[in-house]
């Protein structure tokens, strides 16, 4: 054993030591990470923020006249072919009736007894019983290629963030304005992009309005088209 005590090193010299160590593999690790994020976000999977949407049914007046009697009310539930309210048209001796077309829910009443409408006046909405799409939006640029039946993840933003598994059920073949409900918010500007209706899930509880992450478990970058060329020919340019 040596009766002599080591030299300390300074701790100057201890980090730079531990820095050339191990530097180069924290460097490669963030470079890593960042290059899978770049890949999942191209090519793997894609979230979005989409809308659980059902049949909402807006009764208007086929002509001008005024309100004679009104039934429905806000909450209300309906039978199909159900009597809602009665309108007096301009020159008619007798009123006609407003039948619900749908079984389902009145959401909004616009008008009462008494009151006068135009042609096509909003008279009440109502909505279909339950949920029976979710409707989701691919905003511009479009950096991924959803098919029809990819599995989607659905996860809900209530407590508990519960999820389940649903499909695509359709896509749409050109660019519509995204719905507002969907877009960050104070996010004034139309925004264009690809509607992705979805199935409801079973097993996951979700209200029409409600708004959900879907997640589309597989997709792909889209496909290049290559420039379509004029055949070739050794035939003199026409004058």
């Known amino acids: 054993m040596s009766q002599y005590e080591p030299i300390p090193t300074p701790s100057l010299n201890r980090m730079r030591d531990l820095a050339i160590r191990f530097l180069p593999f924290i460097f490669f690790g963030v ?3 960042f290059v899978l994020v770049l890949w999942s976000q191209r090519f793997g999977t894609a979230i979005v923020a989409a809308e659980v949407d059902t049949i909402k049914v807006r009764l208007t007046s086929p002509g001008a006249g005024i309100v004679a009697q009104m039934s429905a009310r806000d ?16 020159g008619a001796n007798t009123p006609i009736d407003i039948k619900a077309p749908i079984k389902g829910t009145v959401s ?3 008008l009462q007894p008494g009151e006068f409408v135009q ?3 909003h008279l009440l909405t109502i909505n279909a019983p339950k949920a029976d799409r979710i409707i989701a939006f691919l905003r511009q640029p479009l950096s991924v290629t959803v098919e029809t039946n990819t599995q989607v993840r659905i996860r809900s933003r209530s407590l508990g963030q519960k999820t389940s598994l649903a499909r ?7 660019l519509v ?10 996010h004034d500007l139309d925004e264009l992009g690809l509607p992705i209706f979805i199935s409801v899930p079973d097993g996951l509880t979700i ?4 708004i959900v992450d879907a997640t589309f478990l597989s997709t792909k970058a889209p496909a290049e088209v ?3 060329l004029p055949p070739a020919t050794n035939a003199p340019p026409k004058k």
């Not at 695509?168 to 050109?174: N, Q, S, W």
């Not at 304005?177 to 104070?186: G, M, Q, T």
């Open 31 to 33: 470079a890593l990470i």
């Open 75 to 90: 909450l209300t539930e309906v039978a199909q072919g159900q009597v809602l309210g009665q309108i007096f048209l301009s």
């Open 108 to 110: 909004i009443v616009n």
């Open 119 to 121: 042609p096509g006046q």
């Open 168 to 174: 695509v059920t359709r896509i749409g073949t050109e």
């Open 177 to 186: 304005p995204i719905r507002k409900s969907l877009l960050p918010a104070h």
């Open 207 to 210: 209200l029409p309005g409600e």
């Open 226 to 228: 290559a420039p379509v």
